[in-house]
């Protein structure tokens, strides 16, 4: 059995999937890049600001579930540049404590949708 999570406070999907399935114990959460779900343009001033954005509509789909960023088990990173990694990193380690940070890789692929420069989905351990 499958339940499809969504919130108004993350963009709409942009094709056909869900922002998140739940089902059993795990959430998972569809790649989010760095649209803002109000005005629906993409922030892409510099990377900080665009991983900042990923990170806020990540977690705000895990939050409409009834968890936080915390419960994060596990996350998948594309980056279009990889010498973009430190930068990325930076943010990404602001938004989880690195002692209990989920387990994680970072791809570097040709392109990703409407050509950004990161996009990050992420599961949900929705028990503990």
Do not use: W
């Not at 790649?31 to 600001?49: F, H, M, N, R, W």
């Not at 570097?108 to 950004?116: D, G, H, I, M, Y």
């Amino acid at each position: 059995m499958k339940e499809i999570i969504y919130s108004d406070r993350a963009p709409a999907p942009v094709g056909p999937y869900s922002q998140a399935v739940k089902t059993g114990n795990l959430l998972f959460v569809s790649g989010q890049i760095a649209l803002d779900p109000v005005s629906g343009k993409l922030v892409t001033e510099t990377i900080e600001a665009e991983t900042h954005q990923v990170m806020k509509n990540l977690s705000a789909i895990v939050q409409e579930s009834g968890r936080s960023l915390e419960n994060v088990v596990k996350c998948s990173v594309f980056v279009k540049d990889m010498k973009l990694y430190d930068r990325i990193n930076m943010i990404y380690a602001e938004y989880f404590d690195e002692k209990t940070a989920p387990a994680r890789e970072l791809v570097e692929v040709a392109n990703l949708p409407k050509f950004v420069h990161v996009e990050i989905s992420v599961i949900v351990d929705l028990i503990n």
